[in-house]
């Protein structure tokens, strides 16, 4: 039905059609790499008029600035004001959108590819699993009912965002089928550890000295959590302007934080803006996250999730704690 139906949005267009396609603020490697990948399929295909961007402020991740297809981006002012058809990727909600909801919105066709629990069924075609590893499984098996078979290109845009949205391969959602996935990617030429330095392994010296003393200043609740163990840190824009660099070198910052072993629940609080906090959330299993978020008008997954708190971050932290008692009594 809905994969039908998507398809037919597309195969509905003429070839100078303007498409535009968008993904979420702040964007990370499975928004990024599901979308490009997607624009170059629509290129393959005899698509001229394919733009791709984000809401907010235009800093695309230095590792993502090499991706096959990034000539698409534009900044979100200079997006299709009134396009055909629109394309959503990895976006939860509509809050995810910023000043793009309405666009959205207007589109006279919407195809959204998500793989959030928490989605919100905004979009007229929703192509959302819930049990995809990443958006880009689902943009795959989009170019492919499309007829455009993967070439290196597309599959270094896929490759990434299955890489980013898996932590490498290593959480649960790591099927047989992620697998494959990732072997036919491969086989189109790919070199997985190339790709792995670029994008994982290949930050700059400064960001490597913020992560410490945010670390650093990491605190342990051993009896919160419901007695699984809470961890939580914090960074400002203070930390950032010290060490002189952008938001997103933070994105990846509650990896170490979530691998405690003496906690079930992790949180790293990111200033946005003075008194707004990004949160991220992240479970080992007995704790839903996503409960947690949505109750805060955010979202994500299970295991990982987050909204947006004000104050301080002990408020912040404070908001968790009392939500991880509610939900766990
Ligand atoms: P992260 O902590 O890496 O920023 O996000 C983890 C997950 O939670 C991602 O899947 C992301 O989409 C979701 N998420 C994070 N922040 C928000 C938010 O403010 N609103 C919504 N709806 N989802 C969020
Ligand atoms: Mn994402
Ligand atoms: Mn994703």
Redesign the pocket.
């Known amino acids: 039905g809905q994969w039908d139906a998507a398809v037919a949005a597309v195969r509905a267009l003429g070839g100078d059609a303007e498409i535009q396609l968008v993904c979420?603020v702040s964007p990370d490697g499975d928004a990024l790499g599901s979308m490009l990948g997607f624009g170059l399929g629509l290129r393959r295909l005899g698509y001229t008029r394919v733009r791709a961007t984000f809401p907010g402020k235009f800093t695309v991740p230095t590792p993502y600035a090499e991706l096959p297809g990034v000539d698409l981006l534009v900044p979100e002012a200079d997006a299709y004001p009134a396009p055909a058809l629109v394309l959503v990727f990895d976006v939860?909600?509509e809050?995810?959108l910023g000043g793009l909801a309405a666009r959205v919105a207007a589109a006279p066709v919407s195809v959204v590819l998500d793989h959030?629990a928490?989605n919100t069924g905004f979009g007229t075609i929703r192509l959302v699993d819930p049990r995809a590893a990443a958006t880009s499984v689902l943009a795959e098996q989009f170019v492919a009912r499309l007829g455009v078979p993967l070439d290196a290109e597309i599959a270094e845009c896929f490759y990434v965002a299955l890489a980013t949205d898996t932590g490498s391969f290593k959480f649960d959602m790591t099927t047989v089928a992620v697998h494959e996935l990732a072997a036919r990617l491969i086989a189109t030429g790919l070199r997985p550890g190339d790709i792995s330095r670029r994008i994982f392994d290949s930050r700059p010296f400064g960001a490597m000295k913020l992560t410490g003393e945010v670390l650093g200043r990491a605190v342990l609740e051993p009896a919160a959590a419901g007695g699984r163990g809470l961890v939580w840190t914090y960074a400002t824009l203070a930390d950032l302007a010290r060490h002189d660099q952008p938001p997103y070198v933070l994105?990846t910052l509650?990896d170490p934080v979530r691998s405690v072993a003496e906690a079930d629940v992790s949180v790293l609080v990111r200033q946005v803006a003075e008194r707004e906090w990004?949160v991220?959330l992240r479970s080992k299993g007995a704790v839903d996250v996503s409960r947690l978020?949505v109750s805060q008008g955010?979202?994500?997954?299970r295991l990982?999730?987050?909204?947006?708190g004000f104050g301080e971050p002990r408020d912040v932290v404070d908001i968790v704690r009392r939500l991880l008692d509610d939900f766990l009594n």
Do not use: L
Request: charged residues 10%; neutral net charge; without cysteine.
């Open positions: 979420h939860a909600g809050s995810r959030h928490s994105d509650i990004a991220s978020a955010g979202g994500g997954h990982a999730a987050g909204f947006t």
